[in-house]
C-alpha cells in the first residue's frame, strides 16, 4: 500500500482518523503559540470529522481559540439563511458548538466565501479572500471531499476541458456541472452557481487530507487514483502532485481500487506549466 492512502474500516473510523489528525496539528501549534489554518469542506463526508471535533472540544479540552478558517466554497448567489447555504451547514456542524469561551474559536478567524456579495464585487471579493489566506501565512492543512464526478471544492471536470491548466484556477465564480446540480441536490433551488476556491488555491495549502466515503465513491476513486494511473479529466487527480497529499478513506470508497498499484502511479508528475 503506497504510504499516501490510508484505507479505514468505514466511516466512523475514517473520521475518528482525520479528527486526530486535525487535533494534533492544532495541539502542536498552540504549544508552540502558533496559530492553525485550517481549509474546510462542507458535505456529507466530513460530517463525522466535524461531530469528533465538536466531542474533542467538550470533552478533551481542544483549544479552537488560535485556529482560523478557510471554506472552500459557497452557492452563488444564495442568503446564508438558506437551506443550502454553507455558512448554515458550517454553524450547524461545526462552529456553533465551538465558539465562544476560552477554548472557543473567534468568529473573525471564520471565512466562508460569500453568498450574498453583489454580481459586481465577486472578483474583489475572490481576490481578498486569496490574500486573507496569504496573510495568515497560507492554509496548513485543507480538507477536501471529491464529488462522484472528481470535482475538489467546486471545479468541475468541465472548468479543465477547454485546455485552462490548473495552476491558473484560484477562487472565482463557477458555474456548476449539471451532475453537481442533481447530486447536491440543487434542481429547484435555482442555484446553479457557486464561489470556489480555485485547484492551484488548494494546491497552495501546506498539506491536503482527502476523504472519501462509502460505495458511491468507490467509482471515481478508482477512475481517478486507481491503478489505470493518473486520470487528470478528474479534477481531484491533481492533487497526486501535492508533496504533503494523504487520502484517508473507507473500505467501501476503496472497494474498486487494486490497493497494491493504488495512488501511486502519477504521484509527482503533476508539475506547473
Ligand atoms: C464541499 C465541496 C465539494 C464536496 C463534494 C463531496 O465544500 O467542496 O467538493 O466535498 O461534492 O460532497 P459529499 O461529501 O456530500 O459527497
Known amino acids: 500500500m503506497s504510504d499516501w492512502l490510508t484505507i479505514k474500516s468505514d466511516y466512523d473510523a475514517m473520521s475518528e482518523a482525520a479528527a486526530k489528525q486535525v487535533a494534533?496539528?492544532?495541539?502542536?501549534?498552540?504549544?508552540?503559540?502558533?496559530?492553525?489554518?485550517?481549509?474546510?469542506?462542507t458535505g456529507s463526508t466530513p460530517t463525522g470529522l466535524y461531530k469528533e471535533l465538536v466531542r474533542l472540544y467538550e470533552e478533551e479540552q481542544l483549544d479552537f481559540s488560535n485556529v482560523?478558517?478557510?471554506?472552500?466554497?459557497?452557492?452563488?448567489p444564495c442568503d446564508d439563511a438558506h437551506e443550502k447555504s454553507y455558512v448554515k451547514e458550517m454553524n450547524e456542524k461545526l462552529f456553533d458548538h465551538i465558539i465562544g469561551g476560552e477554548r472557543g474559536i473567534k468568529r473573525e478567524n471564520i471565512h466562508i466565501p460569500s453568498g450574498k456579495v453583489v454580481e459586481d464585487a465577486i472578483e474583489e471579493h475572490c481576490i481578498a479572500y486569496e490574500e486573507k489566506m496569504k496573510?495568515?501565512?497560507?492554509?496548513?492543512?485543507?480538507?477536501?471531499?471529491?464529488?462522484?464526478?472528481?470535482?475538489?471544492g467546486f471545479n468541475e471536470p468541465e472548468h479543465l476541458a477547454d485546455g485552462t491548466p490548473w495552476y491558473k484556477l484560484r477562487t472565482r465564480k463557477v458555474d456548476l456541472s449539471p451532475a453537481t446540480i442533481k447530486a447536491n441536490g440543487l434542481d429547484g433551488t435555482g442555484i446553479k452557481s457557486a464561489i470556489t476556491m480555485g485547484i492551484d488555491t488548494i494546491m497552495q495549502a501546506k498539506s491536503v487530507l482527502l476523504l472519501a466515503s462509502g460505495p458511491d465513491k468507490a467509482q471515481i476513486i478508482n477512475e481517478t487514483f486507481g491503478a489505470e494511473g493518473l486520470n487528470l479529466k478528474s479534477p481531484a487527480g491533481i492533487l497526486a502532485g501535492h508533496e504533503h497529499c494523504h487520502l484517508l478513506i473507507d473500505e467501501a470508497a476503496a472497494a474498486a481500487i487494486d490497493k497494491g498499484e493504488a495512488a501511486i502511479k502519477g504521484k509527482g508528475v503533476i508539475a506547473r506549466g
Open 24 to 41: 494534533i496539528l492544532i495541539r502542536e501549534n498552540n504549544r508552540k503559540g502558533k496559530s492553525t489554518v485550517l481549509g474546510l469542506a
Open 135 to 152: 496573510q495568515v501565512g497560507g492554509i496548513d492543512l485543507q480538507i477536501v471531499g471529491i464529488g462522484k464526478n472528481g470535482h475538489i
Open 68 to 76: 482560523i478558517t478557510f471554506n472552500l466554497d459557497n452557492y452563488w
